[in-house]
């Protein structure tokens, strides 16, 4: 008895696999209508998601739309509040590439390690910025020597051109710093004393009304400044300039998909439609590739970061 109902189980099995095999090939029964593929942008917001991904939802559709017009593919948006989020919606392959600026895409691609760069973005028109070191006019400042012991106003822990970008070029010239705003035993006294001012227009007031003896913003910063406080501004130094923002895609993106991806966002700004979608998105102008390459901008990036690597907070360009 047993025998001949393991016979007649075996015989089920081969038949539905038959069935099946039959079915997948189009012979016996109506395929069931295959789902799209999907291509997912990965955008950091911890508020506003549904606008956020709104605003976001041209730009992924129209590059879904090219990667490959024989197919229907998807276009979606993800939203994460934190780098840390992101980072496992990627490594988990729920997002394919996001755009972001230094210190989020450091985050991501090498502390977490789940994706990698791929071009530069223009962003607001932009493909880099440089940190700006500056005093006041007639401060008795007039090199970075003079810096010692004095206090130091960056804009923002988070901020890549406020605070990582020229804290990195002081301290590779020798700099070190001390925390002002809390008691340090062992500071010297040629440190320099830091403070944070959490506001581009509180870090040019400090340093203008002597609260601070010098500070750091960008150079779109200084360009946005009213004309009666850049002429009491004296510029003391200029860092290298660094990308504005980058396209990063995820590690085990299939190759060829990177590749395609790589074509439509490079030659998106070539066409009408494109232009358009680009300018709707955040004023974008293009997409290019690494100044540098993915190796040298990531030895970089790593410079400039590797001290605050643990630092997941929302950063701040």
């Not at 300018?279 to 605050?308: C, H, M, N, V, Y």
């Amino acid at each position: 008895m047993n025998r001949r109902t393991n016979k007649f189980s075996a015989l089920l099995v081969i038949a539905a696999f038959v069935c099946g095999f039959t079915a997948a090939n189009g012979a016996a029964q109506p395929l069931e209508r295959a789902k799209p593929q999907t291509v997912t942008l990965g955008v950091i917001a911890e508020t506003n998601r549904a606008q956020i991904a709104q605003h976001y939802s041209d730009f992924v559709r129209y590059v879904a739309s090219k990667l490959d017009p024989q197919s229907e593919i998807e276009g979606k948006v993800v939203i994460a509040p934190t780098p840390f989020q992101l980072a496992k919606l990627i490594e988990q392959k729920k997002v394919d590439f996001y755009m972001d600026s230094p210190y989020p895409t450091y985050l991501i691609n090498d502390a977490h390690g789940v994706a990698r760069l791929l071009l530069r973005r223009w962003k607001g028109g932009m493909a880099e910025y440089r940190s700006l070191i500056f005093t006041r006019r007639n401060s008795g400042m007039n090199r970075l020597e003079d810096l010692r012991g004095k206090v130091f106003v960056f804009e923002h822990p988070e901020s890549t051109s406020g605070h990582f970008l020229p804290r990195s070029f002081l301290s590779h010239k020798g700099f070190k710093f001390t925390d002002k705003s809390r008691f340090d035993p062992y500071a010297a006294p040629t440190d320099i004393g830091y403070l944070f001012a959490y506001s581009q227009v509180k870090l040019v007031d400090w340093v203008l009304g002597k609260k601070a003896a010098a500070g750091a913003f960008s150079d779109d910063d200084f360009a946005r400044l009213e004309a009666n406080k850049r002429s009491d501004i004296v510029i003391l130094a200029r860092t290298q300039p660094l990308p504005r923002h980058f396209i990063s895609v995820r590690k085990d993106f299939a190759p060829a998909l990177v590749e395609r991806l790589e074509n439509v966002l490079l030659a998106m700004h070539e066409n009408d439609q494109g232009r358009q979608i680009l300018k709707k998105t955040d004023d974008t102008t293009k997409f290019d590739r690494l100044p540098e390459g993915e190796a040298g901008l990531r030895r970089r990036l790593a410079e400039i970061f590797q001290p605050s690597e643990k630092k997941l907070a929302r950063p701040r360009e």
